[in-house]
């Protein structure tokens, strides 16, 4: 099947830090990766959306600053909260497609990371 | 605007019980749509897509939905329920052939009781 790693899995760092986190494709080319926020009881909120060797485009109100997208490679991307707040604390999930697993798994998702900033 | 209405915010059922979680889209043109299933501390999962064809779709874990095109809707059955049903459901949308933002609902809570 069509399988997504993301880690780390939990991160507690400072404020005023950067955290990385990272979202692999382990058996199928990632054309497309996707990078959510998920708040308690809540829906997945939808960030920005990253193709492989170009710049990630991002939702209305997303500060492209503080979430750096990098989507160097087609198995690979890495979402970096840069001077985490407080605020920025919260779930994070990462979500791919490939243009050949597309028709069987749809989008596939990552574990998710649960970023605390203290 | 596109959006995805789950009518259900949380429900409680008892085992064996029939489940029924609906689900409205608003989306101009052809769509894929999607169940995905979250199991407490877990990632999401996909229950069943449907892409073309038979509108009554088949998924895992007894789960199936239809398609009713003329009421914008995919609706979630299974028709006895389990403890381990308990989890968050999701409902999404994106356009057909379009790999895509995928639209969620707000999610639905089942608590299966014993």
């Known amino acids: 099947g069509a399988v997504v790693s993301q880690h780390p899995s939990w991160v507690i760092c400072k404020s005023g830090t950067s955290v990385k986190i990272e979202c692999r494709s382990l058996?199928?080319?990632?054309?497309?990766m996707f990078w959510y926020r998920q708040f308690p009881k809540q829906s997945l909120m939808l960030m920005a959306t990253?193709?492989?060797?170009?710049?990630?485009?991002?939702e209305q109100g997303v500060e492209k600053d503080k979430f750096l997208i990098n989507h160097a490679s087609l198995t690979l991307s890495t979402l970096t909260v840069t001077s985490a707040h407080p605020e920025d604390s919260s779930f994070y999930i990462c979500?791919?497609?490939?243009?050949?697993?597309?028709?069987?798994?749809?989008?596939?998702f990552g574990s998710g990371t649960r970023l605390t900033v203290v | 605007a596109q959006s995805v209405s789950q009518h259900n915010h949380h429900v409680i059922l008892s085992e064996a019980a029939s489940l029924e979680l609906g689900c409205n889209y608003s989306?101009?043109?052809?769509?894929?749509l999607f169940w995905y299933v979250q199991y407490p501390g877990q990632h999401l999962q996909l229950l069943l897509k449907?892409?073309?064809?038979?509108?009554l779709v088949k998924g895992i874990k007894g789960f199936e939905a239809e398609f009713i095109k003329s009421k914008f809707s995919f609706n979630l059955r299974k028709p006895s329920v389990q403890w381990s049903d308990t989890a968050e459901y999701f409902c999404a949308v994106t356009g057909s052939g379009n790999t895509g933002k995928l639209i969620f609902g707000q999610g639905t809570t089942l608590q299966v009781k014993p």
């Open positions: 979500s791919a497609i490939g243009t050949a697993s597309f028709v069987d798994y749809g989008y596939t």
């Open positions: 989306y101009g043109g052809t769509v894929n």
């Open positions: 058996d199928f080319q990632a054309t497309t």
């Open positions: 990253s193709n492989e060797g170009s710049k990630a485009t991002y």
């Open positions: 449907y892409f073309s064809g038979d509108p």
